[in-house]
């Protein structure tokens, strides 16, 4: 069972982040590992079901994502660093669950709602003339919109990553833009090393935008009404982005 964080828990971590940011040694990255080791624990609870992997596996791969974590979190963008880390964990162990299989087993319920919403998004855009929304489809499906992201989430991470597949749906780029062999059909675990390093290389508002619409699948649009720019901005910042860890990854090969 996991402890939650206290308060002197938070503020011991607080610490470490500030001495390992301004002196980083391995002895104080491993202090903040085993702080943190909760994380890790948890988000791997939540995908043991779902695979065949062990726990051990699982484990090792989570730690992979909270390291990584550790090395790029940074206090000025206001996030607490659990809400962080997490989202770096569960990427860690998606990506590592996507190459090695395509058989995550979805709840039966989210199975089944998944080929409902085929039939309702059929109709619907009969009813209305054109694709429906998010809203609409949950509403069509009587669950709530949180619920149909969860299950097409869950069905998202059943297919493995392929390197043709789309970043998002507001750009043409796709993975294999962004790693140095388009002829592999996965991101082995050092591209994806690769990609945190140059990702950390980007201008502060480049990376920011990439993080918004990469790692938090946010609309362009959206992400300029946040950030108080022009989506023309918001997109050319995306491509500037992508073609910068382009170059910078092909370098790196």
Not at 25 to 31: C, E, G, H, L
Not at 134 to 146: N, T
Request: contains cysteine.
């Amino acid at each position: 069972m996991n402890v939650p964080f206290t308060s002197a828990h938070k503020q011991e971590i607080h610490r470490l982040l500030k001495s390992y940011q301004a002196q980083p040694t391995a002895r104080v990255r491993t202090q903040l590992v085993k702080l943190n080791t909760g994380l890790v624990k948890k988000e791997v609870s939540y995908w043991l079901h779902q695979t065949q992997e062990s726990y051990e596996d699982l484990m090792q791969i989570g730690f992979m994502g909270l390291l990584g974590a550790i090395d790029r979190f940074e206090f000025c963008r206001g996030c607490a660093f659990s809400s962080f880390a997490t989202r770096y964990i569960r990427g860690e162990i998606q990506h590592y669950l996507r190459d090695k299989s395509a058989t995550l087993r979805l709840p039966r319920r989210y199975s089944d709602l998944y080929q409902q919403s085929l039939r309702s998004v059929q109709q619907l855009r009969q009813q209305l003339g054109r694709e429906p929304n998010d809203q609409e489809i949950a509403h069509a499906l009587q669950v709530s919109p949180a619920e149909w992201q969860e299950v097409k989430l869950a069905q998202r991470n059943r297919i493995p990553l392929s390197l043709d597949a789309p970043l998002n749906d507001d750009t043409q780029a796709n993975l294999g833009e962004t790693v140095s062999d388009p002829k592999s059909c996965a991101a082995s675990q050092e591209e994806i090393w690769r990609l945190h390093q140059a990702m950390a290389s980007l201008e502060q508002r480049t990376r920011e935008i990439l993080e918004y619409v990469f790692l938090e699948d946010l609309p362009q649009k959206q992400v300029a009404q946040m950030l108080g720019l022009t989506t023309v901005t918001v997109s050319r910042q995306v491509k500037k982005g992508l073609n910068a860890l382009k170059s910078s990854l092909t370098q790196a090969a």
